[in-house]
């Protein structure tokens, strides 16, 4: 059975930082693409960032510059290290493993960004 298990959410200032993890089990994580996802209230969910298993990276063009998604496949783990935050970027959170149709998703985590 799959499992993701986000962990890192919280309030935070505006400019300030947070990393975000997300722990993998169930799955040959290595070969999976992992990715991030928000949704913030009113809105729909939408692609943050994301991981191929070979490392290639893509990101929402809101984010470019400000968050670095990473991954270590010995730790089964992915992370979203997220920069000079935004009010805009408060959301929940979730985590993604993608293998061709197989999905699933994490029960995420809430980012508050807010002075």
């Known amino acids: 059975q799959v499992q993701l298990v986000e962990s890192g959410g919280g309030l935070v200032q505006p400019g300030g930082s947070l990393r975000l993890s997300c722990a993998a089990s169930?799955?040959?994580?290595?070969?999976?693409?992992m990715g991030w996802y928000r949704q913030a209230p009113g809105k729909q969910r939408e692609l943050v960032a994301a991981?191929?298993?070979?490392?290639?990276?893509n990101y929402a063009d809101s984010v470019k510059g400000r968050f670095t998604i990473s991954r270590d496949n010995a730790k089964n783990t992915v992370y979203l290290q997220m920069n000079s935050l935004k009010p805009e970027d408060t959301a929940v959170y979730y985590c993604?493993?993608?293998?061709?149709?197989?999905?699933?998703w994490g029960q995420g985590t809430q980012v508050t960004v807010s002075s």
């Open positions: 991981i191929t298993g070979g490392g290639s990276t």
């Open positions: 169930g799955i040959i994580f290595s070969i999976y693409t």
């Open positions: 993604n493993a993608k293998y061709r149709v197989a999905t699933s």
